[in-house]
Each structure stands twice: as C-alpha cells, then as structure tokens.
T-cell receptor, first 109, second 114 residues
C-alpha cells in the first residue's frame, strides 16, 4: 500500500529554523518532491530529491534517506511569508506523485 | 506565458447537473493531470494524459471524464454531479511524463455540489 505521513501542523517563530518531516511507505519510489501551498492558492514546486543526502536552495534545504523512507524540509531564517502548507509527494514507479496530507506551518512574530 | 489556466474559479452545481472544468497550458508540456484536494487529505489524481490523444485513469476516476484533443487543453467533465464531488480541483502539467516530480499547477476551481 501507499502511506505518506507528515505532521498536521507546526508553529515556529520568525527568524528561527524549522524542520518538517515526511515518512513514506510506497510500492515504488523514484524520488520525493516538496511543494508549498498558501491558503487558497495552488501548490508550487520547491525541491526534488532522488539521491540520498541534502540539497540546498537558498533558505530551503531538503534531505532524503531512501534506506529509512524519510525526508525533511528545512526552512531557515523564517519569514512571515513562509506561513503556508508544505506538501510532501513521492514519485512512484509509474511516474505519478503520491501526496501526503500536508503540514500547515504557522509563523509567529 | 500564462502558465496553467483554469476556469471557472468558483462553481455551484445541483446534484445531477453536468459541467466541464477547463484547463489550458501554454508551455508545450506533454503531461497534464487533474487532482482533487479535500480537507485533511493529500491531493488525489483523477485522470492524466501523457500527450494529445492519450488519457488514463488515476486513483479516483469515477464520475469524471477527460479528453486531450490538443497539447494545450485538458478539460474535465463531471457527468452527473454528486455532493461527494464537492472539492477543490487543480489542473497541473509537466514538461514530459518522466518529469512529473516538477508539476505546474493552475489556480484551482472551487466546486460545491448541493
């Protein structure tokens, strides 16, 4: 079966660092994507990991452990505009994305 | 480039009515898809297409039809609307079927079925 787990909600302070975790159990796996979705908006692509390790893009980094079925998205120097939902999605063996329910991140001043 | 466009943005239907949600992209992407998003759940794939003239079912295809007569357009038809189809619908595209890790989404259609 397909199972992707993320925390439902997290709270962090402006200027701080937050790590959003995603664990997965899927029948096939090519890689894992992260998307950002603001309330009332559409998902927008953040990152994709196919290999083990850390990939950094500006304030955002994404890590993948294929052996452990685990990924995280690290957001540094949090800004109020980072308040959004963060969606984890596994690219399965049919090249389809299987989506987690998303983590709502609330940033407080 | 307009990217991925969807119309309408909002729609209210009565049970049993039919309608078509429009989706278009101007990026010459081969792959297009339709998702629905419900509270507390991940995006679920309804139908997808890997090129003009080719469509296939996703995870939740019942009650929906699609066609892909051109590369640009990928309409979603609700055959006989039911309250269970109340949802937010997103159309998305990617350059090739093998690059679906990176999808570009339209703004969504918020559908309510009474």
């Amino acid at each position: 079966g397909q199972n992707i787990d993320q925390p439902t909600e997290m709270t962090a302070t402006e200027g701080a660092i937050v790590q959003i975790n995603c664990t997965y159990q899927t029948s096939g796996f090519y890689g894992l994507s992260w998307y950002q979705q603001h309330d009332g908006g559409a998902p927008t692509f953040l990152s994709y990991n196919a290999l083990e390790g850390l990939e950094e893009t500006g304030r955002f980094s994404s890590f993948l452990s294929r052996s452990k079925g685990y990924s995280y998205l690290l957001l540094k120097e949090l800004q109020m505009k980072d308040s959004a939902s963060y969606l984890c999605a596994v690219l399965d063996s049919n090249y389809q994305l299987i989506w987690g329910a998303g983590t709502k991140l609330i940033i407080k001043p | 480039n307009a990217g991925v466009t969807q119309t309408p943005k909002f729609q209210v239907l009565k049970t049993g009515q039919s309608m078509t949600l429009q989706c278009a992209q101007d990026m010459n992407h081969e792959y297009m898809s339709w998702y629905r998003q419900d509270p507390g759940m991940g995006l679920r794939l309804i139908h997808y297409s890997v090129g003009a003239g080719i469509t296939d079912q996703g995870e939740v295809p019942n009650g929906y039809n699609v066609s892909r007569s051109t590369t640009e357009d990928f309409p979603l038809r609700l055959l006989s609307a039911a309250p269970s189809q109340t949802s937010v619908y997103f159309c998305a595209s990617s350059y090739r079927p093998e690059s679906t890790d990176t999808q570009y989404f339209g703004p969504g259609t918020r559908l309510t079925v009474l």
